[in-house]
C-alpha cells in the first residue's frame, strides 16, 4: 500500500475515526437499505469483529505482498456488483469470456446481499478492511457521542437502533462504533460531547 494512501488515511482517521463508515460509505448504505426487507433477523456478536482484520492482513497486505496482485480488490463484492454483473448482463463479448472465478465472485457477492437482509451491516463489522484501518483511531480522534452513565436505564433502545448492533453505553466511539449518532436522538443518556443533553 503506497505511503501517500496510508498517510491519506491515518488523516482522516485522526480527525474522524471511524465516522467516515457511518456518514460517508455508500456500501453502509447499501446494506441498512436490504436489511429492511421484511425477513427474520439474527444478530451476530460482535466479539467476530475479529475477521476484519483478519482480512485486512491476509487479502490487502500478506497475499497480495507474494503475489503483487490486489485479492482483496479481486474479490469484493462492490466491483462485481456495480460492474461485474451489469456488464456480462449487458455485453455478448464479455459474457463469453466468462470463467469459474466470476462465478466464485457471483456467490460471494449473493451471500453477502443475504447476510445484509438477516445482519446488521455484516460487511461492515466482519469484512471490511477500511473499517479495521479506521477502527483505532476512534481512540484518538475527538469525541462523537458522550454517554451519561447517571442516566442510563439499561433500556436497550440504543442497541436496537444502532447499525452496528453495539451495547451503545460500553461501546460508543469505541472500535466498532461508526459514529452515525443515530442512538443519540433516542436516548437523553446520550449526547453530542458538550452538548449536555441529548438530541431528539
Not at 77 to 104: C, H, K, N, S
Not at 141 to 163: H, K, M, N, S, W
Request: with cysteine.
Amino acid at each position: 500500500m503506497p505511503f501517500f494512501t496510508i498517510g491519506i488515511l491515518g488523516a482522516i482517521g485522526s480527525i474522524f475515526g471511524r465516522a467516515v463508515c457511518g456518514w460517508a460509505c455508500p456500501i453502509g448504505g447499501l446494506q441498512e437499505l436490504v436489511y429492511r426487507l421484511p425477513v427474520r433477523k439474527f444478530r451476530v456478536s460482535n466479539r467476530l469483529s475479529f475477521t476484519r482484520y483478519l482480512v485486512l492482513a491476509i487479502l490487502v497486505f500478506i497475499v497480495p505482498f507474494f503475489t503483487l496482485e490486489p485479492w482483496f480488490s479481486k474479490l469484493c463484492f462492490v466491483g462485481t456488483l456495480e460492474a461485474g454483473i451489469p456488464l456480462a448482463l449487458g455485453d455478448p463479448m464479455i459474457r463469453g469470456l466468462i470463467g469459474p472465478f466470476f462465478w466464485m465472485k457471483v456467490a460471494i457477492t449473493v451471500s453477502l446481499l443475504l447476510a445484509m437482509a438477516l445482519v446488521k451491516r455484516p460487511f461492515c463489522r466482519f469484512i471490511c478492511p477500511l473499517g479495521a484501518i479506521y477502527s483505532p483511531f476512534n481512540k484518538v480522534a475527538p469525541g462523537f457521542i458522550e454517554v451519561r452513565a447517571d442516566l442510563c436505564t439499561q433500556c436497550g433502545r440504543c442497541q436496537d437502533v444502532c447499525p452496528m448492533d453495539l451495547d451503545v453505553p460500553r461501546e460508543a466511539d469505541g472500535l466498532n462504533c461508526i459514529r452515525c449518532r443515530e442512538c443519540v436522538g433516542m436516548c437523553r443518556a446520550l449526547a453530542r460531547p458538550n452538548a449536555g443533553h441529548s438530541i431528539g
